[in-house]
């Protein structure tokens, strides 16, 4: 879309959580949510811990955990495309039920690291059709505020579960705890199972097409979305441009630590206070964001690109805390219009019998460049330095925003008129 978005109809939270099947989806992704979290943090610290394994055995955990997810993404997409997508979600959700107890029995490595493996699997399948279920349950001017709602619950989850996991190990026996959590997947298994679907999926799982299929035939559907995806010119600048941003950034938390030491000349409470700054941003700009529906997205998520681009370079610059502290708070709030606006648009942009299939191709994009982020900024920065590393990133996400900022280059005028969603 180069337009701006019509005008459209009044949408709160308060009466969004009244439409009884997104209430029950939101429901379920924040049990699922904060479970899923806790969950790989109390095998990562049974792992880590308990088992006492070297650095060796976790980065292969970490490769493994990354790399099968990018490889069982497009099969998800494929088969979400296929069968109800409830009753898949439903089938995620028992199975991830299922995996927790098996550390309850044995919890070696082996079987830990299998255990987090799969289970991270199961959660693909949970996270695609999710975004799918999302756009059937709520009407097109309530995506905006349907994702913020998500999206916000999946942020309070990556807050609280580290510190509520070792809490609770501390207090309670690691079979109670997982078995705690295996019954919070079953509550979100009953939940989504509750849900009514409208138009070609129903509840009792009517298929469009028949659920077998070849090897050959998941080949040619999955080409069949990254076709798509490459040809359709919106889709392409939101997968590349969130891509592109999830490489330049996804490694700079850790490679904050240099920073705030080597830049700063700061100990590791600046490091906290930043990142902390950082995620508080983003947890207040979710509602935010999730209230300007009529801004477009494609523009929202350029201008989010932007201020992080502008964050990055005018960190390499100054030395006040005070205002470091500003821009990571600020940074925080454009990420949160990077993730919901990205979301929404591809809810938006892509057809119903393609939307499993872009989606999950788009996510696998995502975690690919997550990766090479962490495996290349560490020798870029070895060769420019991180102020070096912070620029060319800045100027790379800067110019790329402008590509987004581009097609709305007439329309600047009309967007002072807009009036954001009433607040509950």
């Known amino acids: 879309m180069t337009h701006l978005s019509p005008a459209a109809t009044s949408v709160t939270y308060r009466g969004l959580l009244k439409n009884r099947d997104f209430r029950l989806l939101w429901s379920a992704f924040a049990v699922s ?11 990562l610290v049974l792992v880590g811990f308990r088992q006492r394994v070297g650095t060796e055995h976790l980065s292969f955990l970490a490769a493994l955990f990354f790399l099968s997810q990018v490889l069982v993404l497009p099969l998800a997409g494929v088969i979400l495309d296929r069968i109800s997508p409830i009753r898949l979600l439903t089938m995620s959700e028992l199975t991830r039920a299922g995996l927790l107890l098996v550390p309850m029995v044995s919890a070696s490595p082996g ?47 990556l807050i609280v579960a580290p510190g509520l996991s070792g809490f609770l190990l501390e207090k309670l026996n690691h079979p109670l705890v ?55 010119r919106p889709i392409r600048y939101v997968i590349v441009s969130l ?24 100990g590791p409470q600046t490091f906290g206070l930043i990142v902390s700054l950082a995620g508080v941003g983003t947890l207040i700009g ?47 709030v454009a990420a949160a219009a990077i993730i919901i606006s990205a979301q929404t648009f591809l809810q938006e942009e892509i057809p119903m019998e393609l939307m499993g299939r872009v989606t999950s191709a788009s996510w696998a994009c995502f975690l690919v460049a997550q990766t090479l982020s962490v495996s290349l900024a560490g020798v870029v920065a070895g060769v420019v330095g991180i102020k070096g590393l912070y620029r060319g990133a800045g100027l790379l996400l800067a ?9 709305y280059r007439r329309s600047w005028h009309r967007l002072w008129s807009l009036k954001p969603i009433e607040r509950p």
Do not use: W
């Open 399 to 407: 110019a790329m925003a402008l590509v987004g900022f581009a097609p």
């Open 286 to 332: 979710i509602p935010v964001v999730g209230k300007l529906s009529r801004i477009p997205r494609r523009l929202a998520l350029a201008g989010g690109i932007f201020i992080v681009g502008g964050g990055l370079i005018f960190l390499t610059f100054v030395v006040s805390l005070t205002k470091i502290f500003v821009c990571a708070f600020a940074m925080g």
């Open 33 to 43: 949510s904060l479970g899923g979290v806790l969950a790989v943090y109390t095998l």
């Open 243 to 266: 891509s592109l941003t999830l490489l330049v950034t996804g490694s700079l938390t850790v490679l904050g630590v240099i920073y705030v030491r080597d830049v700063l000349g700061q």
């Open 111 to 157: 079987i830990l690291t299998t255990t987090i493996v799969l289970f991270g699997l199961a959660g693909s399948f949970f996270l695609i059709g999710r975004l799918f279920m999302t756009r059937q349950i709520v009407s097109q001017n309530e995506l905006t505020a349907a994702n913020a709602l998500i999206t916000q619950a999946m942020q309070m989850s």
């Open 178 to 232: 997982l078995a705690c959590l295996s019954v919070s997947f079953l509550f979100s298994a009953m939940a989504v199972s509750g849900i009514r679907l409208q138009g070609r999926y129903q509840l009792s799982g009517v298929r469009a097409t028949p659920a077998h299929f070849s090897l050959r035939e998941i080949g040619a559907l999955f080409a069949e979305g990254i076709r798509f995806g490459l040809t359709h």
